[in-house]
């Protein structure tokens, strides 16, 4: 695996898992804001949710790359 198609491997998984992770913890609002949409979530805990991305989105990758070397 060459280093650009390896970076390309990452940033396809991080983007699937990435929507995988999104919908985890999502609780909304009893009642919404005025201005603001029904459907948005109270705290979406988005940097949590991107370190989560990052981290399995590395494991998956590795798994990859060691599959791809054999």
Avoid: N, R
């Avoid at 060459?2 to 970076?7: A, E, H, K, N």
């Avoid at 459907?39 to 979406?44: H, K, N, W």
Wanted: proline letters at 7%; zero cysteines.
């Amino acid at each position: 695996m060459t280093f650009s198609s390896g970076i390309l491997v990452y940033v396809m998984v991080w983007v699937v898992i990435l929507f995988l992770i999104l919908p985890w913890g999502v609780h909304l609002p009893e009642e919404a804001e005025p201005g603001h949409a029904t459907s948005a979530p109270d705290t979406p805990h988005i940097g949590l949710k991107l370190l989560l991305t990052s981290l399995i989105s590395g494991l998956v990758w590795m798994v990859v790359f060691l599959i791809l070397q054999k």
